[in-house]
T-cell receptor, first 108, second 114 residues
Framework: TQLLEQSPQFLSIQEGENLTVYCNSS?????LQWYRQEPGEGPVLLVT?????EVKKLKRLTFQFGDARKDSSLHITAAQPGDTGLYLC????????FGAGTRLTVKP | DTAVSQTPKYLVTQMGNDKSIKCEQN?????MYWYKQDSKKFLKIMFS???????INETVPNRFSPKSPDKAHLNLHINSLELGDSAVYFC?????????????FGEGSRLTVL
């Protein structure tokens, strides 16, 4: 059983569409991070959310941390082919545990 | 300059062999990790060292032995390699106790056991 469940597992959309991916858990985290991983590379941090209910924006990406600090979502507006990659959430519970990821493909 | 560097990037070997993967970070971090990413891309923590001391040791076969000669290095030695050990192994580092706890990853070492 994974500590963090991510959905959907795979997502394929056309350029310009909007999308939301989710990261859910039954555990409470002191913070939660989102990473993006491209083929042949290691994950790279996009954002860290710390406060319940927190919303952070990074250009076309909007991250939200649930009020109870158990879940998070990532919304991408007007997706572009450059957004293609594996999106991983990771929860801090004295060590960083990762979800299985959402593989996003944005077609031109 | 590469912040977290791993060598080798690719490793192909036969079952039963012993191999090592090296990792070095030049970020001045005090904590280093080994993660294993399987074919389904699930990233699972294996070990964590803080100031050369082991602080996380997940349920990993004792054929895997990490060694941290100093804060900037964390090597992974694997004995008697098995087919199921095939995966991409990522080294990462962070600064313990920071608010964000960002992990900086290396590019990964793809191990293929034949």
């Amino acid at each position: 059983t994974q500590l963090l469940e991510q959905s959907p597992q795979f997502l394929s959309i056309q350029e310009g569409e909007n999308l939301t991916v989710y990261c859910n858990s039954s555990s409470v985290f002191s913070s939660l991070q989102w990473y993006r991983q491209e083929p042949g590379e290691g994950p790279v941090l996009l954002v860290t959310v710390v406060t319940g209910g927190e919303v952070k924006k990074l250009k076309r990406l909007t991250f939200q941390f649930g009020d109870a600090r158990k879940d998070s979502s990532l919304h991408i507006t007007a997706a572009q082919p450059g957004d293609t990659g594996l999106y991983l959430c990771a929860g801090d519970n004295n060590d960083m545990r990762f979800g299985a990821g959402t593989r996003l493909t944005v077609k031109p | 300059d590469t912040a977290v560097s791993q060598t080798p990037k690719y490793l192909v070997t036969q079952m039963g062999n012993d191999k090592s993967i090296k990792c070095e970070q030049n970020l001045g971090h005090d904590t280093m990790y080994w993660y294993k990413q399987d074919s389904k891309k699930f990233l699972k923590i294996m070990f964590s060292y803080n100031n050369k001391e082991l602080i996380i040791n997940e349920t990993v076969p004792n054929r895997f032995s990490p060694k941290s000669p100093d804060k900037a290095h964390l090597n992974l030695h694997i004995n008697s390699l098995e087919l199921g050990d095939s995966a991409v192994y990522f080294c990462a580092s962070s600064q313990w106790g920071t608010n964000t706890g960002e992990l900086f990853f290396g590019e990964g070492s793809r191990l293929t056991v034949l």
